[in-house]
Structures are given as structure tokens and as C-alpha cells.
């Protein structure tokens, strides 16, 4: 995993319930472990079953298609080795995006000015006490 720092001028903004201190010793980057993956995927289905955004799912992982594409990032927080966050980058490509299924006029008016549209999900955050 690629480590980024988290500057002190941002702590104050984490609204998490964590320690200045432990903001500062989270690990953040991009995902590219088969275990920091997994643990990701796990994190953003448990956290939406648990607040009623889909139902549980066998493999305990909420991930789509758009993962498997090359230019889909998965972004992390760990503690430790513990992901405790995580968001997903999701450019547009031949597939389109997740949000045209419940958008799909109004990203289709936004490629026909010629935007590029990216989507950003799949986000969590882990609760002080685990999932």
C-alpha cells in the first residue's frame, strides 16, 4: 500500500470519535493487498447492512463489477493492519458508472457536455469497537 500522512490541520475535522493522535498514525492509500481488499469489502457491507442499505450478502462483501476494472481505486485507512475506512474512485468507462442506474439522465446530460464524470462510493468508516 502506498502510505499517505494525514496532516495535524485536518485532525480537528475527523468527526470519528478518534484521538488527534491516532488520526496521525493512520495509514491511508491506495489498496493492494488481496487481505486490505477484502477487509475493505467487508467493511463497506457490514456497515451498510447494518444502516439498512442492502441486504447481507454470503461472501460478506459489497463490491460490483467496477472493481474489477483497472482505473477503480479502492482508498483505506488502517490502524495497524486494521482497515478502518474506506472510499472507492470509480471513473467512467465503456461500462458506464454505478450511479446511472439511479441517475442515468442526468450523467448522461453531463458526458454530452463533454465532462468526464467519476463516481465516488463505497464509503465507511469502522466504529471504535470493531465493525
Known amino acids: 500500500m502506498t502510505v499517505m500522512t494525514v496532516s495535524s490541520g485536518a485532525v ?3 468527526g470519528i470519535g478518534l ?11 491506495v489498496a493492494c493487498s488481496t487481505d486490505t481488499l477484502e477487509q ?4 463497506v457491507h457490514d456497515q451498510y447492512v447494518a444502516r439498512g442499505y442492502m441486504r447481507p450478502e454470503p461472501s460478506s462483501w459489497r ?13 483505506v485507512a488502517r490502524d495497524q493492519h ?4 474506506t472510499m472507492t474512485l470509480v471513473p467512467d468507462s465503456p461500462l458506464g458508472l454505478p450511479l446511472d442506474e439511479l441517475y442515468g439522465s442526468e450523467v448522461t446530460a453531463l458526458r ?5 464524470v467519476t463516481e465516488v462510493s463505497g464509503l465507511a468508516i469502522a466504529h471504535r469497537n470493531g465493525h
Open 112 to 116: 454530452n457536455e463533454g465532462r468526464y
Open 82 to 85: 486494521r482497515v478502518v475506512g
Open 12 to 14: 480537528g475535522r475527523t
Open 63 to 75: 463490491l460490483s463489477v467496477h472493481h474489477a476494472l483497472p482505473t477503480t481505486k479502492v482508498f
Open 40 to 43: 475493505a469489502f467487508r467493511l
Open 19 to 29: 484521538s488527534a493522535e491516532a488520526v496521525l498514525n493512520l495509514e491511508c492509500g
